[in-house]
């Protein structure tokens, strides 16, 4: 089973921490399905985030068309640097929901068959645009159309896209991840384990 087919709706959908990645409810999104609990889902990994202009230019990449969606993201964004936002800012969604991006999205072998394009993995790592994974701050509705502001950025951080590099591409590096005062308690274990 995957959760990767996502559709878009027409009505609103309550947004919620879902707790611990294995034994919690998964997804931040009432009613969407996790595949994979393992490596998905999670207060770190509640809701996946993916920007249209990145899409757009995937679309002139790939020479093919791309809806929203096609990446497994819970949300489409319009007019916000995804990959762009730092780790722990804060965005308020409407007028309750609070999100705060945690890191970028590590591609797996079910992206990998959905997308059916040669070394889509490694593609889409070079190409570091990787959408974020949210974390739960304040819960509430989503609905489409709703407006996206950042209410809060953190004073020390590092964006998605520098982190996800790093991470992925430039080891050498790794102590920058612990500048990110919002950097998932597992990964900055990871890390520390890793410069230690």
Known sequence: MTGIDKRPVDHPVLVRAPGPK??????GLVGDPIGNIRHHGG???????????DYDW?????GRNLAGGAFGENLTTLGVDVTGA??????RIGDVLELQPTFGRVPCATFQARMA???WSKRFTRANRTGAYL????????????SIEVVHRPVKSVSIAEAFHIYMLDKSRLARLLDAEGLPADLRAEVEKKIS
């Open 58 to 62: 995937w679309e002139k990449e790939l």
């Open 22 to 27: 294995t034994t919690g409810l998964h997804s």
């Open 135 to 146: 974390r739960v701050v304040t819960p509430g509705p989503v609905r489409a159309d709703d």
């Open 86 to 91: 730092m780790i722990g800012e804060v965005w």
């Open 43 to 53: 207060d770190d990994q509640a809701i996946y985030a993916y920007a249209r202009e």
């Open 117 to 119: 394009e040669p070394q």
